[in-house]
């Protein structure tokens, strides 16, 4: 019996309906059974990660709200998205927090931007927006252009500055009684409570992320951080722009691999319209992608040792990123923001010389790696400030919808690249480094092996680099060649239909979960089509959202000079953090 | 010329505003606002590829107090702006703000409820640096044409 079908039977008339489509199953359900399916699901099925929680605002239709859940099982590496229809004027829910801890602030994030509200959360207030902004932005009725600024022209005494909570009203502290002014400790000394803000303009919070911690003597007991502070509206822009008018907005969500954001929207596309590219694409597409997740893990390993003082090797590996940079510039014609993608293929093929300058930048990327783990690995001062620091265990990590290089530190092997080998992933030869301990140093670790196991995989796939085309041939979404646009009538046309507004890409209605394995995790872009040329919803699963959703977890208790190696090792990536 | 003659060939003259100009503008303390994409940009100028050293601005500062000039990296959302706003306050004078890419400058292709339209709509700006990021060759170009300003510009002290 397929699991649909025994969810129907268990919740009978629950279940409003089922469906499997593009090979994603889908249960609709009501309201009031919610929390007993999804106990059901993650005591007796094994659904043991939360992967995303957003709304889909369908304006004109009756109830207006979707509340879409993707639930991923580990064990038996199977999806299941469940669905709940809420009407705007009784947009309550009951919240998960109980059963993910990531749920905190996915629903923080559904109630900011849709208004529906999660009954019993802990501590629903805004995420992404700030105190003082009236309306909920993703909202269809939510004009895109309406500002509501802080400070400078158009600003009001509203949303001023001083509204801000101050940081002893938003901790929540264990032990109320420590909240006392003073604590008196063994030695007679008193001790208080001291309340310190980091960020988000502070050099460790790499300018976007605040961190507020509540400090006895050096140890934080208590934390809150607050994102949003590069809140770009990725995902209302989408729902403005063509299909492909989208690609250089994904560039910016995780803007240190961006190639591999580019990947995942264009497959989540290609998805809908249920088609498959060329097997030279694949490949270029894995080649690029790869080079993309070393570019990430450079930076990040260079980021925080020089936040330890090891400023020597951020100068180092940012060197060799230069090398992976030219290369990259030489495919797709820009450093960072590339847009190489293109909804049923690429924007162009490999440069002819690619192959030997592969080689080349990789034999100096090599070099330099080791050169920053013979500095690096066994140095006391940064092995101590990392080895047991920021530990976090599976069970936690999961919970906490940890994924990629910070969930595999904790030895957890989920790789998307290996569980649901996309692309041509499962033609490579390549191993998933795991951790042990699941802290700062394990993190590190991962990170410095993945660069070696990416290189490898490009290598593999230069060596049997098929021919052929880069693009599908689909008049439905591939730009016909410049020389018969301007010599025949018919590519002029299939031109004019494709460019055109009103016209442009459709994919067919229906939605689709695109999974891959971003530099940071696991990268979802699930897109909802009507049919027409501007998708009705674009979601991003941003991976670092449930890494920093974490970090309050990872902190508490340790030592404040230990928040700063923490907040390093997770990589957060403001891009892809606030979208 | 008197004066100069006067002085034998150890000594030149020289306005005083000129002397300070040139002073100024070789011993830029920059305190990288970074906030986006642009910051992948700012950490390539800053390295020993593009090297911004060469120009005299190499040494970061961490605390607006100690810098003179504010390099806004990247996108400001309005969640953002009052701290933009603090951080200028904060810096002592002479001041100068180059806007680094075009989202610092006009908002770029954000157009939307959450991001600022332009940061000279809340701060004083003395160079805008186009690009989406710009190259690090653009930063420098930018960096070249706001000494030429200081150098040339009235010095208060």
Request: net charge negative; glycine share 8%; with cysteine.
């Amino acid at each position: 019996m397929s699991l649909l079908q025994e969810l129907s039977q268990e919740f009978g008339q629950a279940v409003l309906s089922t469906h499997a489509r593009l090979g994603e199953e889908t249960v609709v359900l009501q309201r009031k059974r919610l929390l007993d399916l999804i106990r059901y699901l993650k005591n007796k099925r094994g659904f043991d990660f939360l992967m995303d929680l957003t709304v889909v605002d369908r304006l004109e239709e009756v109830p207006r709200f979707q509340v879409v859940y993707h639930l991923y099982a580990r064990e038996t590496n199977r999806r299941l998205r469940i669905k709940v229809q809420v009407a705007a004027k009784d947009a309550h829910l009951p919240t998960l927090t109980g059963e993910y801890r990531i749920a905190d602030w996915l629903e923080r994030e559904a109630w900011d931007m849709y208004g529906v509200v999660f009954d019993g959360h802990p501590d629903l207030r805004r995420i992404l927006m700030y105190e003082g902004f009236e309306g909920y932005p993703l909202r269809k009725d939510y004009p895109k252009e309406r500002r509501q600024p802080r400070v400078g022209p158009g600003s009001t005494e509203k949303t001023a500055f001083d509204k801000t909570p101050s940081i002893a009203d938003v901790l929540v502290l264990d032990d109320p009684d420590t909240s006392q002014a003073a604590v008196s400790s063994g030695t007679g000394i008193k001790e208080e409570i001291m309340y310190l803000n980091l960020g988000p303009s502070h050099p460790a919070m790499h300018g976007v992320v605040r961190i507020s911690v509540a400090l006895k003597g050096e140890t934080v007991i208590a934390s809150d951080v607050e994102i949003g502070y590069m809140h770009r509206c990725f995902e209302k822009e989408a729902e403005t722009h063509s299909y492909t008018g989208v690609i250089p907005y994904t560039d910016r969500l995780n803007y240190v691999s961006p190639l591999i954001n580019n990947v995942g929207y264009a497959m989540a596309v290609e998805k809908l319209f249920e088609v498959e590219t060329p097997e030279r694409c694949q490949y270029v597409r894995v080649i690029m992608s790869e080079i993309s997740r070393i570019t990430d893990h450079l930076t990040c390993v260079g980021a925080f040792a020089m936040e330890l003082g090891a400023f020597t090797i951020f100068l180092y590996l940012m060197k060799s990123r230069e090398y992976l940079y030219d290369l990259i510039e030489d495919v797709t014609g820009a450093r960072l923001t590339t847009s190489y993608t293109r909804i049923g293929g690429l924007k162009g093929d490999l440069s002819p010389d690619f192959k030997e300058k592969c080689r080349e930048a990789f034999r100096k990327v090599r070099e330099d790696i080791q050169e920053c783990d013979n500095l690096l690995s066994r140095n006391r001062i940064f092995f101590d400030r990392m080895r047991g620091v920021g530990v976090i265990t599976p069970e936690d990590a999961i919970s906490c919808g940890f994924t990629g290089p910070c969930l595999r530190a904790a030895g957890v092997a989920y790789d998307v690249r290996k569980a649901e080998p996309y692309l041509v992933y499962d033609r490579f030869d390549f191993e998933v480094p795991l951790g042990t301990d699941g802290d700062c140093y394990d993190r590190y670790q991962v990170r410095m092996m993945e660069m070696e196991q990416s290189m490898r995989i490009v290598e593999q796939a230069l060596r049997n680099l098929p021919g052929g085309p880069i693009c599908l041939d689909d008049k439905r979404m591939t730009l016909p060649p410049k020389e018969l646009v301007y010599t025949t009538i018919e590519a002029l046309m299939n031109h004019f239909k494709l460019i055109m507004d009103g016209h442009g890409i459709r994919p067919p209605a229906g939605e689709a979960y695109m999974p891959v394995e971003g530099g940071n995790g696991e990268l979802g872009f699930y897109v909802v089509s009507d049919g027409t040329g501007i998708p009705a919803r674009v979601r991003v699963r941003a991976p670092c959202f449930a890494l920093v959703a974490g970090l309050s977890h990872l902190i508490r208790g340790r030592m404040l000079a230990d928040v700063v190696p923490i907040f390093g090792s997770i990589n957060m990536i403001a891009g892809e953090l606030d979208r | 010329m008197g004066i100069a003659n006067s002085l034998g060939r150890d000594a030149i003259t020289t306005r005083l505003d000129a002397a300070i100009g040139w002073a100024r503008k070789y011993s830029l303390f920059q305190y990288p606002f970074a906030t986006a994409c642009c910051s992948m940009e700012y950490m390539a100028v800053a390295c020993s590829h593009y090297d911004i050293d060469r120009f005299g601005a190499g040494l970061p500062r961490w605390s607006p107090r100690q810098a003179d000039l504010l390099m806004v990296v990247g996108t400001i959302s309005h969640k953002l702006a009052p701290v933009l706003c603090q951080v200028y306050e904060q810096m002592c004078d002479p001041k100068w703000v180059l806007s680094f890419g075009v989202c610092a400058t006009s908002g770029g292709f954000y157009d939307n409820y959450g991001t600022v339209q332009g940061i000279d709509s809340i701060i004083p700006v003395d160079i805008y640096v186009a690009g989406c990021p710009p190259r690090p060759e653009a930063v420098l170009d930018g960096l070249i044409k706001l000494q030429k300003k200081i150098q040339g510009e009235r010095q208060e002290y």
